[in-house]
């Protein structure tokens, strides 16, 4: 009883124990190794502790750059501060508030019911239904929003569907083998046929009956288990890959973004990363692994066959659940049509800026002063100028036109703790930077040079998809990015060969409810156990990185040159090798120029 109440106390303080303990704790670490180095890792680790434990919030905890980096003599805290917000930064902003846009006129809800009204009801095709507007629409708004809306409409067609068995078993046909004929007849009749044959249907032959009905049961109850798993992970996994396609689908993105403008910014070269050549990447990628990810649950789940034969009366009812949703959002409005306007005049914008070295509007503009944050956020702000209703339609006289999205909705729908989360992920690369520490782990690294590049690739992805089974993507990717440059720059490659991949990897999290929000939403709705999970998603971990490493060698190498380092960095490499073997280099302190 004692031990229970010391538990339960120590649960109740915990969070405060954590964050109070492990700066003190972790204090040998500045206090015994000298350098620069030290006091970095000794900041990255407390945040990589209180970012796994959770015992701050997430967007809190990105916050303590500030706070450590100017106590621990690293850097002022005027030039930490002024890394919260950048040119990625607002590209993500722009793209969050289009997407809230989206929510709050429930265009995507519209969009995937109109997707299952086409594909149709049977299985295989109505989780294929399922996952494709899931993935879609993944890309551009929250992962988690996304799947948070699909999951209430599939759950509705499997109640549905078990609604229907369940009516039509009740109104069965049983069949009698009568001689040579089969006379179909139901209960009542059969039971005034044993009564005149003196019981020919004797206990023995019922006591069979009711065990094989029994059977029967069981079976159609595991495949309709079955169909409730395949279609809650495939929203789920198909929610995960879709944010990897495009720029602003998902955190680990837009970090990545950031640390390949700040890598190249910093050699006075221009980062080949944009909205077009993401796109180029990573979409075939995202569809190569949707794809397998809907074959392979059909394989698991399904086992490549029909649930109870989806019955014509059984799908045509499925068709009217989905019908009746659809309908119950009504025509277009002229606010939801003006989103729509919105939104793919905001991608078409993204595409064309730069479209590959050929051209694009960006061109018109000296020195190619606007980048993809520009149309971001001047879609974002005419959000909130455009009229939702006509004038002549609106019936508020002496008031001003609603707009497209009201500001009180932003508030609400934006997940502005992503933002700080950019802004910590943004602070900690330029610590782990200026420090050294960035440049002493790739240097570490460099034992595995004699390794094949795509091996190495391979290995560190493996790793990366591991870690962020049990903690922030978004989190991993910060750590990694900066490490990553360095180990490429050591090794001679492209920045990009090993920043891009393992950002990316960091959202093949399909094994654990706790890996990624769309995971956990729908392992909440209890179609699906943690085991359910592991199975379907172990191998998925595996295929999913070995597309990646294939997509980097084949169609990413044309893109980028991930091979090549590029002379920028060519350039500064080399005099960093002749001063190598000339004297010893030894890290200057920002603030005391003290080495």
Known sequence: MVIKTACGLFLTVRNIIIVILTPIVLLPLILLVNGDEAKCAYCIIIMAVFWITEALPIAVTSLLPIILFPMTGLLYAKDVSSTYLNDTAALFLGGLIVAAAIEHWNIHKRLALRVLMVVGSEPRWLMFGMMLPTWFLSMWISNTATTAMMIPIANAVLVQM????????????????????????????????????????????????????????????????????????????????????????TGPNVIMKGAADTAFQEKNATSPVTFTTWMQYCLPISAIIVIFVWAWLQVLFLRCKTYNKNSPEQAKKVRNVIRQQYEELGSITF????????????????????????????????????????????????????????????????????????WQAAEKMVPWGVILLLGGGFALAKGSKDSGLSKLIGEQLTVFKDFEPWVMNLVLCFIVAGATEVTSNTAICTLMMPIMKELAITLEVNPLYFMFPTAIATSFAFMLPVATPPNAVVFSYGFVRVLDMVIAGFP??????????????????????????PAAFKVS??????????????????????T
């Open 335 to 406: 606010g939801q049509g003006a989103v729509i306007i919105h939104f793919v005049l905001l991608a078409l914008l993204w595409v064309t800026r730069d479209l590959g070295g050929v051209g694009g509007w960006g061109d018109i503009f000296p020195e190619r002063t606007v980048t993809d944050s520009t149309p971001a956020i001047l879609i974002a702000i005419s959000l909130f100028l455009f009229p939702s209703v006509l004038p002549h339609n609106f019936k508020g006289k002496g008031k001003p036109l609603p707009p497209l999205l009201p």
């Open 540 to 565: 998925l971990n595996i295929i999913a990185v070995l597309i990646l490493v294939i997509g980097t060698e084949v169609w990413g190498e044309a893109i980028f040159g991930f091979h090549t380092l």
């Open 162 to 249: 078990k609604e229907t068995r369940e009516s039509e078993k009740k109104d069965d046909i049983k069949v009698v083998d009568h001689g040579d004929v089969d006379i179909e007849l139901d209960v009542t009749v059969k039971n005034e046929i044993k009564n005149m044959t003196n019981g020919n249907l004797d206990k023995d032959h019922e006591k069979h009956s009711t065990e094989k009905q029994s059977n029967i049961k069981k079976t159609e109850d595991a495949e309709y288990s079955r169909m409730c798993k395949a279609l809650s992970l495939g929203i789920a996994y198909s929610a995960n890959c879709g944010g990897v396609a495009s720029l602003t689908g």
């Open 573 to 594: 490499n080399e005099t960093l090798t002749l001063f190598n073997n000339s004297t010893s280099i030894s890290t200057v302190n920002p603030l005391t120029g003290t």
